[in-house]
């Protein structure tokens, strides 16, 4: 089932090079663009003590989310979609093993952070992004549909 919902998501790629591009640049620029969110938020006028330490909150769960990554890499190594004739690849292939997706953990660590401090409006607008993100990892090749909701337990 892994296997179909991947190559479901993943089916559009490189028949549209609009949508190539969008996704390829959200897949690029996706987290970082959640973390410049979350550091503008450092200037929020509204409850400034109670998002500073959400910020804070995001920021280490994003650490604590990517290092808990590094030992699950350890134990699991799964070859990626593209390499396993999953998938088809539109970006330039990585080095690592496919699960954990890192990129599904820090866009989940931090929206999880802003959804579990109470500011449900920024926190439901990250977990979009995170979504977003994630689907774009699938559709660009590089990941199981699995490794983007393994990646979203660990960033939670």
Known sequence: MDDA???WIN???GQSILLDMIMTSVTQYGVPLVVLIVALQWWSQHDRLHVRHTCIAAGLSFFMGLGLNQIILL????V???DAGISHLVISP???WSFPSDHATATFAIAASFLLRGLQRRGI???AAAAIVCISRVYVGTHYFTDVLGGAVTGI
């Open 80 to 82: 990626r979609p593209y």
């Open 11 to 13: 089916s559009a790629a």
């Open 94 to 96: 990585s080095s690592d």
């Open 75 to 78: 134990f699991v190594h799964r």
């Open 125 to 127: 607008a990250l977990l």
């Open 5 to 7: 919902i991947t190559q």
